[in-house]
């Protein structure tokens, strides 16, 4: 399907995550290890926030990311405390641009892996649902979009997690009564550059891989003299399919049906349960 990730923390250079470390996202675009497809070349993006109140960049293509020179020199280039990447494997729509994740509206970013299954068929009902003054920012044609999309339309600026939840209880409905057989699958992240919502569920309760980063305080005191752990301070904290490094103690399998809350320093996890 699709590789994601997403960063809090220190400043540092996209350059860390998407090409440096051993099992970086460049690499995971040629080797998954943990996806459903090995190679995930339809198309990658980044989405970073800068100063506070300023509404977040992109930068998205619908090439193999390991292919773009240009995502090299700008991943040097660009430090920032939040961000998140995605590289794509595409199912029922198209490779483009539009179709790239992170989708963007207003500060949310929104990234996601896995599927609405049988979307050809449900897809209409599920776009009657978005909002009208919503409708026209659909760019792509892609379920993640819609998804996002809905999301928005049942709240995600007031109360993320259930927002989401309502999302996904309503593609579940909308699946059920057209004879789809576990309509959802997905990890999913949407952030505002306050905060990071992420997300493991499927209908069948068998989701996709996704990962925490453990305590960096700890990670410190395990690996005091790995300048990887030191740049990114304390409170860093890391959400994404598959690991970067293989690395004892590091990574933490996020439960099924789990919703965590990344807010600075503070990291709540929770039940996900759509209603």
């Known amino acids: 399907m699709c590789r994601w990730l997403a960063y809090t923390g220190n400043p540092i250079q996209l350059e860390t995550v998407l090409f440096r ?4 996202l460049i690499d995971q675009s040629l ?13 990658f993006g980044v989405g970073w926030y800068g100063r506070h109140n300023e509404l977040p960049f992109r930068y998205r293509c619908a090439h193999p990311a390991w292919s773009d020179r240009n995502l090299r020199d700008a991943a040097r280039a660009i430090h920032t405390p939040l961000f998140v990447a995605h590289i794509r494997a595409a199912t029922d729509t198209p490779s483009q641009e539009t179709n790239s994740h992170p989708f963007r509206h207003g500060r949310w970013l929104f990234v996601h892996n ?15 649902a978005v909002k009208p003054e919503l409708f026209a920012s659909i760019e792509g044609s892609t379920d993640s979009e819609v998804m996002f999309f809905l999301a928005l339309t049942l709240g995600l600026d007031h109360e993320p997690v259930p927002a989401l939840e309502r999302m996904a209880a309503m593609i579940e409905d909308i699946g059920w ?22 997300v493991r569920y499927s209908s069948e309760r068998v989701s996709r891989s996704l990962f925490h980063s453990t305590s960096f305080r700890h990670l410190h005191e395990l690996y005091p003299d790995d300048p990887r752990i030191q740049m990114v301070g304390d409170d860093a904290f890391l ?4 690991p970067l490094v293989d690395l004892p103690g590091v990574w933490e399998e996020v439960p ?6 990344v807010r600075g320093a503070n990291v709540y996890q929770r039940p996900f349960e759509p209603h």
């Open 256 to 261: 099924e049906n789990t919703a965590i809350i």
């Open 31 to 43: 080797h998954s290890r943990y996806g459903a497809t090995t190679t995930n070349g339809d198309g």
């Open 177 to 198: 009564r057209n004879g789809v057989k576990n309509p959802l699958n997905m990890t999913v992240c949407a952030t505002d550059g306050e905060q990071i919502i992420a």
């Open 114 to 128: 896995g599927s609405i299954r049988d979307y050809p068929n449900v897809r209409r009902e599920l776009m009657l």
């Open 239 to 242: 959400v994404l399919s598959e």
């Open 21 to 24: 470390e051993e099992h970086s």
